[in-house]
């Protein structure tokens, strides 16, 4: 999150993969490690803040109505600011949509508020992610307000209870910067099991379109056979997962090449300035442990927490 706002559940699993690729992956190394620690400190300390950070909740209408849970520019209060003028807007939905109800009439976008932007829509449904993409630059120094409609509905037809809108502010210029890979698991060289997905972070969010089987691979390295899978992205948490189909587990004790190519782009159409490529071998295993919570906070019985904690 940009404000730091994240709820902080800590997992043993996840902490065990992280610490692996902090040690193998030469991203991530000591200079990298302060930074991490950094945002932990930053999460506890800003627990307590304002707009709430959606990337990970399923929004907050009845269970039944589908909602908005993730956005590109993040929709938080105050506004986010400095979005480049050639940002695309993404949106991610709690639950699988009817791709005929999200269009230009559904997904709008306005720069100012009485200045309607003109745009493609797309809906992609392996993440569940709607991208509403300007025909032109977006005007800068302006806010932006974006809407998706109660027209818009799920797979079975039923509309949202009520419109997401948020707001944004342009910057005075565009995004020239290539985007980075930041992390990615299983980490370079480590052992995974024969059940593991594979998963990239990027150190800003992506194109949801431009990240896809074209985008992220992964071969045998031996005689560089295809692995098919699917491809879906998570909006604001800048990560994309690539999960194996045929064969749906890994062969066993087995050399694979992951990459990540030049065809993943950032939000502004940013490519990576080069292949992002890495191996791993898998065992001989499943993995079959349950993860567990380790970590809460708000721990278990703390007193005086402030009434609109995160």
Known sequence: SSTGELSLLKFNKLTLISRNSLMSHSLLRSGHLAGVLALVSAVTLTACGGGKDPILGLGTGPALDPSVSATAPLARQPAVTGVATNTQLAATFNKPMDPATL?????????????????????????????FVPLGLLPASTLCVATVTTGAQDAVGVPMSSDFVWSFETAASADTQAPLVTGFVPALNAVAATNAQITVSFNEDMAPLSLNTASLMLNATVGNVPISGTVSYA???????????????????TDFTATVSTLATDLAGNPL??????????????????????????????????????
């Open 273 to 310: 300035a080069a292949n992002t490529v890495w191996t791993f071998s898998t065992a001989n295993a499943l993995d079959s442990t349950a993860p567990l919570v380790s970590l809460t906070l708000p721990a278990p019985g703390n007193l005086g927490i402030c009434i609109n904690p995160t």
């Open 235 to 253: 909006v604001g948490a800048r990560t994309a997962t690539f999960t194996p189909t045929n064969p749906a587990l890994l062969p066993a004790n």
């Open 103 to 131: 269009n230009t009439g559904t997904v709008l976008l306005a720069c100012p508020s009485a200045s309607p932007v003109a745009g493609t829509v797309t809906y992609e449904p392996n993440s569940r992610v709607v991208s």
